[in-house]
């Protein structure tokens, strides 16, 4: 049974930084793309960045390109986005996605950013 469990969303000033984890079990992470998406209050899910299913293919929307970084540590399973120079326009639910933007995702890590 596929299950997808993030957190370490908060409530953090502009320009701080936060690492979102992404728990994973039922299958391994390292066979499939994976992804980050994020859905901001009364707007529709955003793609945020992805891995390749090798590991080697890091991508991330414009919006988000030099301040987010994507990993993945395969031993345990565990899927990151290391968060830095949060904006205001970066709150939102965040969620990770298995193979597709829309595949099976968690309930999300909710993250503030706000003074």
């Known amino acids: 049974q596929v299950q997808l469990v993030e957190s370490g969303g908060g409530l953090v ?8 984890s992404c728990a994973a ?13 994020r ?3 009364g707007k529709g899910l955003e793609w945020v960045s992805s891995i ?3 590991g080697s293919i890091l991508s991330y929307a414009d919006s988000v390109k030099g301040r987010f ?3 993945r540590d ?3 399973n565990t899927l990151y ?16 996605a298995k193979g597709t933007t829309n595949g099976p995702r968690g309930q999300g890590t909710q ?4 003074s």
Not at 25 to 37: C, D, Q, R
Not at 111 to 114: A, C, E, F, H, P
């Open 13 to 20: 000033q502009p320009g701080g930084s936060l690492r979102l």
């Open 25 to 37: 079990s039922g299958f391994a992470i390292n066979l499939y793309k994976m992804y980050w998406v």
């Open 39 to 41: 859905q901001a209050p």
């Open 52 to 54: 390749s299913s090798g």
């Open 69 to 71: 970084a994507i990993s």
């Open 74 to 76: 395969n031993a345990k």
């Open 81 to 96: 986005l290391q968060m830095n120079s949060l904006k205001p326009e970066d709150t939102a639910v965040y969620y990770c």
């Open 111 to 114: 993250v503030t950013v706000s």
